[in-house]
């Protein structure tokens, strides 16, 4: 790998890093004076592993389109690449917060609520981007100049964020996915430990976590067994700094912020990154960056209501060229429509073929779709399955497509169902039609239940 040379220009020099699917470089960049940068490869035995692909694919594809001062700054990329894909970032020179708190244990307020600032204004600009982090610790951000009066914070690893603002499912979210705990488990939410679906403040409960850290000089759960951990954040009251420390002379505004921070229910959390800076600043007598914002942070029964949710299913209609094509409106929180479309999806057992944010595409396989009682998908996690359907003639591709509804109320979600037939030319066009009405049949009852 040393001396490999990078869409021409980009030579590597030294190894940096190795992760769980990714091996980390710096590379010397020859139409920029020899800059360093850093490249990120996955690793040689992934490199034909299609969901090991789908993954980065992902991660090049999130990485590439934020700008912000705090991130990792985005350079190059390429995605066929046939020795596997790669991606080309800013390297950035400094310390991981994991290796300054290994030597100074903790942090002072102030210089917490520094870095909290920094932190909270990229979550903030990345949240309104729908892409939640779901791995954030002090191993993922990098501190340039540390201690010094510049000192400045950047999130280096995007690895496992996700999109949630916009349906989209990786093929390896069709396994069962509630067995699946994305993160690291000492900073992982509860509704993570557990495998749920996570939202913006899953984040704020891992910086909670981090500040905990930083103000205490440990994190508030230290069992050594992964199980035990996670246990713990889904069921155990953290210490308070008093139990840890009785002379720690942390504000008591302060200590009760980080606490809410850890509460079980995202609902007690703080609404968002800039309420959370805006309380610690305040906490420290210090005026917040971002202006107050008084919104009412959504409790758990907004989040997970769904059968009292208006619906609206319009008339198929022929937009498409030899498809079926079926509109749905509906109102509901994003996280949750999402998480009943993927279990749609999960129950059809089809093969997914495309992937972004907005759209995902099916292949629905000759008998594949029909649903059993014992399926993982949403319906089954619910206590309720859908009927069983007739096996398709042919092939079906599928399109799911899911935005804001355009000048909609919030909350309206515009969900398109394009349905086509593939395979051998001849197939009962009358019975794939009644198979497309019971495909949209089925839709709407994972919706509504």
């Given at each position: 790998m040393i001396d490999r040379v990078y869409l021409g220009r980009y030579r590597v020099i030294r190894r940096l890093a190795e992760g769980g699917m990714s091996q980390v470089y710096i590379a010397s960049a020859s139409q920029d004076h020899g800059r360093q940068v850093v490249v990120k490869v996955l690793r040689e035995d992934l490199v034909h592993n299609e969901k090991a692909i789908q993954h980065f694919q992902r991660e090049i594809q999130l990485v590439s389109q934020l700008r912000h001062p705090n991130a990792v700054e985005f350079f190059d990329a390429q995605t066929d690449d046939p020795k596997g894909p790669f991606l080309v970032m800013e390297y950035v020179r400094?310390?991981?917060?994991?290796?300054?708190?290994?030597?100074?244990s903790c942090f002072t307020p102030r210089r917490a609520g520094k870095l909290l600032s920094q932190l909270c204004s990229l979550l903030t600009y990345i949240h309104s981007q729908g892409v939640v982090h779901r791995?954030?610790?002090?191993?993922?951000?990098?501190?340039?100049?540390?201690?010094?009066?510049?000192?400045?914070?950047k999130v280096v690893d995007f690895g496992l964020a996700s999109v949630t603002s916009a349906l989209y499912i990786a093929p390896e979210d069709l396994t069962d996915s509630r067995k699946s705990v994305p993160g690291t488990p000492?900073?992982?939410?509860?509704?993570?430990?557990?495998?749920?679906?996570?939202?913006?403040?899953?984040?704020?409960?891992?910086?909670?976590?981090?500040?905990?850290?930083?103000?205490?000089g440990r994190r508030p759960f230290q069992q050594t067994s992964i199980k035990?951990?996670?246990?713990?954040?889904?069921?155990?009251a953290p210490p308070t700094f008093s139990q840890i420390n009785p002379a720690h002379g942390i504000p008591k505004a302060m200590e009760d912020l980080v606490l809410s921070c850890l509460a079980k229910s995202p609902g007690s959390r703080p609404n968002s990154a800039a309420e959370l800076d805006q309380r610690f600043q305040q906490a420290l007598g210090v005026q917040a960056a971002f202006p107050n914002l008084n919104v009412a942070p959504l409790t758990d029964s907004q989040l997970t209501q769904s059968s009292s949710l208006r619906m609206t299913a319009l008339p198929p209609t022929h937009d498409e060229p030899g498809a079926v094509v079926f509109l749905l409106t509906i109102a509901m929180i994003e996280s949750i429509a999402l998480l009943k479309v993927k279990g749609f999806v999960h129950d059809l057992k089809g093969e997914i073929v495309e992937s972004v944010p907005g759209l995902i595409r099916v292949h629905i396989l000759e008998g594949s779709s029909d649903t059993k009682a014992g399926s993982s998908g949403v319906l089954s996690w619910l206590g309720r399955a859908p009927a069983r359907t007739a096996a398709p003639q042919s092939l079906t591709e599928m399109r799911l497509h899911m935005e804001k509804?355009?000048?909609?109320?919030?909350n309206e979600l515009s969900l398109k169902l394009v349905l086509h037939q593939k395979g051998p030319r001849g197939a009962d066009r009358a019975a794939w039609q009644a198979r497309c009405a019971q495909i949209h049949k089925d839709l709407k009852s994972y919706l509504i239940s």
């Open positions: 400094g310390t991981c917060l994991a290796e300054v708190l290994s030597r100074q791995d954030l610790k002090p191993a993922n951000l990098m501190l340039v100049h540390p201690g010094s009066p510049e000192e400045m914070l000492q900073y992982a939410s509860p509704e993570q430990a557990r495998g749920d679906q996570v939202d913006a403040r899953s984040d704020i409960y891992s910086v909670g976590v981090i500040l905990y850290e930083l103000l205490t035990e951990l996670l246990k713990a954040h889904e069921k155990e509804k355009p000048g909609g109320k919030p």
